[in-house]
């Protein structure tokens, strides 16, 4: 059971990349699937999250408009498409899921412990 994330890399502030999330041992059935960053001496923070159930999504303030979280169900993948990215979004970013049995998961009240599976993390770096 695992999660696969592909997609960081370095572009300047104002472009674009799209981060993959491909689950490997299970299915995403049921399940909150997020993304989460972390940059260098701060906290991780959920920057989007989806339900799998009903395609519900949530997005930190700070993100809302440029980034686009979607699930590909038949790929058992998730992606974050990040636009117009700023150098305030250099991070790693992980990607976690877990069964969906509180719809506090994906919501400004969610928490890196709800999510049990997590990838490895890729880094992303937007330069002025």
């Known amino acids: 059971v695992q999660l696969v994330e592909s997609g960081g890399g370095s572009v300047q502030a104002g472009g674009s990349l799209r981060l993959s999330c491909a689950a490997s041992?299970?299915?995403?059935?049921?399940?909150?699937i997020a993304w989460f960053r972390q940059a260098p001496g701060k906290e991780r923070v959920e920057v989007s999250c989806?339900?799998?159930?009903?395609?519900?999504?949530y997005y930190l303030t700070s993100v809302e408009g440029r980034f686009t979280i979607s699930i590909n169900s038949a790929k058992n993948t998730v992606y974050l498409q990040m636009n117009n990215l700023k150098p305030e979004d250099t991070a790693v970013y992980y990607c976690?899921?877990?069964?969906?049995?509180?719809?506090?998961?994906?919501?400004?009240?969610?928490?890196?412990?709800?999510?049990?599976?997590w990838g490895q993390g890729t880094q992303v770096t937007v330069s002025s």
């Open positions: 976690a899921a877990d069964k969906l049995i509180s719809y506090y998961y994906c919501s400004a009240w969610g928490s890196s412990t709800d999510f049990t599976t």
């Open positions: 041992g299970f299915t995403f059935d049921d399940y909150a």
């Open positions: 989806i339900q799998s159930t009903d395609a519900k999504t």
